[in-house]
């Protein structure tokens, strides 16, 4: 049995809404999507080998930052795709939406909060970690939950482990770490894969390298 989970989440697309005053032109980005990447502690070997053969013979030694119209993105996350598929020790899930349809709150002016990037971002984050424990159980009895670092405050960061606690339809993370995606591999595939499904919910990919992702639409936001 696991000893320890770690769901790693990065987001792609800016918790905005800015709109041009004159054209009505959303000058943000249009979709925004959030993505968790999770494993077991058994589970570290098989992607670190991959990730570290994928960058040994890509030459890619900084950060990853591949578009899904690349090749290479296909190389990297087509293997994640066949681990997962051969055991439950990796697991994937996205929610993403359209943000000119979007119902819900803290994203526009005059919806049913006031906009807010970082209660916005805290919602959507809230509403993944439901989605994706609705299909998926935890493997050992903790997790970590490891969020790609933003410029939050001290009490930002309080209030977000205040939120998620008050939501008691999925397990409460052991901790929570802000980490900065360049040192951490997880937050790296996290990123790809929100990516992804970015470019395919824009008309611009498929979802085919991605369809062992467990996604949900939240523009019609409850």
């Known amino acids: 049995m696991a000893k320890h989970d770690y769901i ?28 968790a990447l999770h494993l077991s502690d058994d589970a570290f070997a098989g992607l670190n080998k991959h990730v570290a053969a994928f960058r040994f013979y890509s030459g890619l030694s900084r950060e990853l930052k591949i578009p899904p119209s690349m090749a290479e993105f296909d190389k990297l996350v087509n293997p994640i795709k066949m681990m997962a598929e051969a055991n439950g020790n990796i697991r994937a899930s996205v929610v993403y939406l359209d943000k000119v349809k979007y119902t819900g709150s803290s994203l526009k002016p005059g919806g049913l909060r006031a906009a807010d990037p970082v209660k916005f971002r805290n919602y959507v984050l809230r509403r993944l ?9 935890l493997l050992s009895n903790q997790y970590d939950l490891v969020l790609d670092r933003v410029e939050t405050t001290r009490n930002q960061r309080a209030g977000l482990k205040r939120y998620l606690a008050r939501d008691d339809k999925f397990p409460k993370p052991t901790y929570i770490t802000h980490a900065a995606s360049i040192y951490v591999e997880g937050l790296q595939i996290a990123h790809h894969i929100a990516n992804g499904f970015k470019a395919a919910v824009a008309g611009q990919g498929t979802l085919e390298e991605l369809s062992f992702v467990n996604a949900k639409d939240l523009t019609r936001s409850e």
């Open 129 to 137: 970690l439901k989605h994706h424990f609705r299909r998926y159980e």
């Open 8 to 35: 790693f989440v990065d987001e792609s697309g800016d918790p905005g809404y800015k709109v041009d005053p004159e054209s009505g032109q959303l000058l943000s980005s249009s979709f925004y999507i959030a993505a």
